[in-house]
């Protein structure tokens, strides 16, 4: 066990007093003097031709400052996609331009083609209703079969087709794949459908425009994961603004899941509008605005076969994927299907061939991203749930197939044939652990139980690895991306021993402000709370990539730890000068530098102070001042790990899941707050259980988002779950960062749906009821209409 | 305009509103109180709940005016008289009912609602008492351990 607040320890978060207080500052909360309010035209047809935006009306209402529409914004950048994916056959991806407000043509409902400023909110909504829009409804598309079938009508005229890309990973292995299905003894092959998700954080997204006519400088308060990479896109791709005159601000943020990773036209246009009016501008997202406009999440279509012996070993996986990327491409949106999907298709196995084709397609709908998980959900779906069904077709039992084919500890680190590097894991001890956690002995007492209630049981196993931390520039930009995903961390020691620690990455529920000083409390055996940590605004942190892809203790973390041990070496430095000896014959523990072999020490405190008052200093050789900066690049993505189970009751009469028990067990390598990882798990968990049963965005033929609210839209609730049985203690660090840590965050809402899905099937072959899959999400009508089909 | 007064958290406050303005807007805007929190415009995430006349009403699903006269209590003044968290705001710390922290404000007046009319809830009594506060950063569990402690009650699985 750790000291109290060092490494590992299970320490109460402090940011958690001011959220209880009530005294949290979400951006909404800001309200800066002389704030005027923005409310957006919205289209309310799925794909429309602008005839004409008449906005006379609405600019002559009360209170109303100005209106935009896009043709203010024609001549400025589009907002990009961060990934360029060439097509198998070495075509770059079709990008249209995405504006900051809808031009020409609107291309999904809640597309916003007008923008009205007003003294207040009241008087903007109502100015948004005065605005003559001349629309014509065009037929959309919103299925992807139908619309890569069409070349009639398209989402953007100018590319000339609704696809995007059609990728192949790895595309060398392709013909080899091919051979092996065909020569295989046993092929398994399973059509699914990985449903679209709406994130819905429960805070709305926010932004607040800010414009200093004196200085030119502007700001921006946003609702950002990562405020710098909201930066450089809003000057480097849309409006311009040099960087050096762009702050951008992500104060208090309630949750992201992803869709508050990307820069939204919102953003520009609150920094264009605040500018001409002189005036701060702020646009607080509705929830309808939420569903409408967020990025959205999964929507793929797949099929998946897997190649077998007959004694169970895996020959090979073949996946064909359309992946919805909506209306426009959101800036990770052409990552996800593709790198952070395909090259997981060997899952925690030694299979030899594997093959991914991905085409992408544009729709009439919202853009879809990266939402928790961000392709590793929809690889595991695929992956375990056709393995579920080919341990069924060969007589096999589920685990002995999975445990058959894991890779073994002695492996590693391990080539996947999906073009990765595992660098450590424990697959059979994970699912040792599964086993003894969830009592899988006892089951078919509790399905006889279950059987005298009226009720089907069954169990659904599961076990995935993900990639996530990313991560390393080198690979990334191999891969197509157009950015760097290092971060960045400056320790500040203050004079007075006190210590300022500037993150690049974002906290916006992980806790960051708690586990990050743990680190730093832990090398320099010092008070935790005597180290804060500042995130968030571009003007006091070093340039980092953010949070997300459970990055931000693997990469940022990271970065904290050499930074502090840049600290540490320069702080001997002085000690050394102060001990009047060699800095070689110094060492430091416990927060004491003192000389080897000698009770002659100095404390950090009395360092840190010397470091500022440097009257003795020998110049030559030490700076004053006590402040390192480190960015930390990654050697390679890390690789968490689990085995999760599930124990479900379907209801034969309604068709209705219970879910008895869910059983975590991760590997998340080293881990800074058990706390923490906890509560990530069982957040995870609850949205993976979510697109298991309840959650579905769903368009109906026109393109109207039918779940366009929380009435319509099932959240899951606290009475639609159970409590979990989450379990992190099987840890294999991370081979190649300082921590030996490998990320948490998404993992739950990875592992769980295949989980809950191969129990419901479990539980309807145990009733005998043929059922070989039923799409998520598994509700009620669904369950029902396949038992009685 | 009409203007309103109320009493909230313990102070005689006033404000010009419209007609058409929720009350959790007008503790946000006209007040300048930001702890009650809108997360959605249905009136089923829960995020405004707050306690008027000693009932917890979700602050989005009342006009201003209606809470004219009324004893309103919001996140803000949940804390002890000597600004330390009170009992389920201090369980909600220790049993990691909160990340974001966005739903928090909701859950505990909702919460403490619940411990008023029923002081040991079932784990079973408090998940149905909490159908109308969605968070999407816990998975609950945390929530439903620290409202159990609150009532001086052990989770079966808070330890996990």
């Known amino acids: 066990m750790a000291a109290d607040g060092g490494m590992g320890h299970a320490t109460k978060r402090r940011e958690d007093v001011r959220f209880l207080m009530g005294l949290g500052k979400y951006c909404d909360d800001h309200t800066p003097a002389k704030t005027s309010y923005c409310a957006f035209a919205r289209s309310n047809v799925a794909n429309g031709k602008i005839n004409s935006i008449d906005t006379v009306a609405a600019a002559g209402m009360p209170g109303v400052l100005a209106v935009f529409t896009g043709e203010d914004f024609a001549e400025v950048g589009g ?9 198998r056959d070495g075509e770059p991806m079709k990008e249209p331009k995405r504006p900051v407000l809808a031009y020409g043509k609107v291309r999904h409902v809640g597309d916003a083609y007008a923008a009205v400023i007003a003294e207040t909110l009241e008087q903007a909504m109502d100015a948004v209703e005065a605005i ?10 919103v299925k992807m079969a139908d619309a890569l079938a069409n070349d009639k009508t398209l989402v953007h005229d100018e590319i000339g087709t609704n696809q995007c890309f059609d ?7 392709r013909a080899a794949t091919d051979a092996a299905i065909k020569a295989a003894p046993h092929v398994t092959t399973l059509e699914l459908v990985n449903n679209r998700l709406v994130p819905n954080a429960m805070e709305p997204r926010c932004s607040i425009g800010e414009y200093e006519p004196g200085t030119g400088d502007y700001k921006l308060t946003t609702t950002s994961q990562n405020p710098h990479l909201t930066r450089l896109l809003i000057s480097a791709f849309v409006l311009g603004i040099p960087e050096n005159k762009l702050t951008v601000h992500s104060p208090d943020v309630g949750g992201g899941f992803g869709s508050k990773i990307y820069h939204y036209g919102e953003e520009a246009l609150v920094l264009a509008a605040a500018k001409k009016l002189n005036r701060p501008v702020k646009w607080t997202s509705t929830r309808t605005e939420a569903f409408l406009s967020d990025a959205h999440g999964r929507d793929h279509v797949t099929k998946i076969e897997l190649a077998c012996e007959k004694d169970g070993t895996f020959i090979a996986f073949r996946t064909e994927t359309m992946a919805n990327v909506g209306a426009y491409l959101s800036n990770f949106s052409t990552v996800t299907p593709t ?24 729709t009439n709908t919202a853009p879809v991203d990266a939402y928790r998980g961000a392709g590793r959900p929809e690889a595991s779906f695929s992956l375990e749930r056709v393995i579920d069904k080919a341990a069924r077709e060969l007589g096999i039992n589920p685990i002995e197939l999975r445990r058959k084919n894991f890779i073994k500890p002695d492996q590693y680190p391990f080539a996947s044939a999906a073009g990765l590097e595992y660098d450590s894991g424990n697959y059979d001890a994970l699912m040792d652990a599964l086993e003894k956690r969830a009592n899988l002995d006892g089951f078919e007492a509790r399905c006889a139980e279950s059987k005298k209630n009226g009720k089907l049981r069954g169990l659904g196993i599961n076990s995935y690895v993900e990639a996530c931390g990313i991560a390393p520039s080198n690979l990334v930009g191999i891969l197509g991306a157009r950015v760097g995903l290092y971060d960045a961390a400056t320790v500040r020691v203050n004079a007075t021993g006190n210590i300022s620690v500037m993150v690049g990455a974002h906290s916006h529920g ?12 832990d090398m320099l055996g010092i008070d935790p709370l005597s180290i804060d940590i500042v995130h968030g605004d571009t003007s006091k942190i070093p340039f980092g990539m953010g949070t997300y892809g459970s990055r931000s203790l693997a990469v940022c973390g990271s970065a904290v730890f050499r930074a502090t041990e840049k600290i ?15 800095p070689e014959n110094v060492d430091f523990t416990d927060g004491d530098f003192a000389v080897k072999g000698t009770n002659k020490k100095v404390s950090f405190g009395e360092v840190a102070l010397k470091a500022y008052i440097p009257h003795d200093f020998p110049i030559e050789f030490i700076e004053p001042g006590l402040e390192e900066t480190a960015f930390y690049d990654p050697a390679n993505f890390t690789y968490p790990s689990g085995a999760y189970g599930c124990e479900v ?14 059983v975590a067990i991760d590997d998340f390598g080293n881990v800074v707050n058990p706390m923490i990882v906890t509560g990530q798990v069982q957040g995870g968990l609850a949205q993976g259980i979510g697109q298991a049963l309840l959650e579905h965005g769903i368009y109906d033929e026109n393109g109207q988002l039918l779940s366009g609210s929380f009435m319509d839209y099932a959240m899951p609730r606290a009475d639609d779950l159970p409590n979990f049985v989450v379990d992190h203690s099987n840890a294999t660090p991370c081979t190649h960062n300082p921590i030996g840590a490998k990320g948490c965050g998404e993992a739950g809402a990875i592992g769980s749906p295949p989980t809950v899905v191969n129990a419901v099937i479990d539980a309807l072959q145990r009733g005998g009821y043929d059922v070989e899959h039923i799409d998520m999400p598994v509700s009620p009508a669904r369950v029902w209409a396949a038992m009685n089909a | 305009m009409p203007t309103i007064s109320m009493n909230v958290n313990g102070t005689s406050v006033s404000a010009e509103v419209e007609n058409r303005t929720v009350l959790a807007a007008a503790l946000r805007e006209n007040l300048g109180m930001t702890g009650t929190h809108i ?29 004219d006269g009324a004893e309103v209590s919001t996140i803000e003044g949940q804390a002890d008289a000597d600004g330390s968290l009170n009992v389920i705001q201090q369980a909600f710390q220790d049993h990691h009912g909160l990340q974001c922290g966005f739903c928090t404000p909701g859950m505990i007046m909702t919460a403490a609602a619940l411990l008023e009319e029923n002081p040991k809830p079932t784990e079973a009594e408090i998940r149905d008492h909490l159908e109308g506060n969605i968070c999407r950063c816990t998975g609950y569990q945390g929530i439903v351990n620290a409202i159990m402690a609150a009532s001086g009650q052990n989770s079966a699985i808070a330890a996990e």
């Open chain 1, 79 to 87: 907002n990009p996609a961060g990934w360029l994916i060439n097509s």
């Open chain 1, 132 to 141: 003559e829009a001349d629309i014509d409804e065009l037929d959309a598309v």
């Open chain 1, 167 to 173: 990728w192949g990973w790895i595309e060398d292995n």
């Open chain 1, 339 to 362: 790198f952070l999907h395909g090259t997981l298709m060997a899952g925690n196995y030694t299979v030899p061939n594997v093959y991914v084709n991905v085409k992408a397609v544009f």
């Open chain 1, 510 to 521: 992980q806790g960051h402000e708690t586990a990050f000083p743990q680190i730093v409390a």
């Open chain 1, 568 to 582: 540490i070496k320069k702080a001997t430095l002085i000690a050394a000068h102060m001990l009047e000896d060699e």
């Open chain 1, 649 to 662: 009751e379907v209801d034969p009469e309604t068709g209705k899941v219970d879910i008895c028990a869910m």
């Open chain 2, 39 to 67: 997360g959605c415009d249905t009136s089923q995430c829960g995020a405004c709940v707050v306690h008027v006349n000693g009932k917890a009403v979700k602050s989005c699903t009342i006009f201003a005016v209606e809470a």
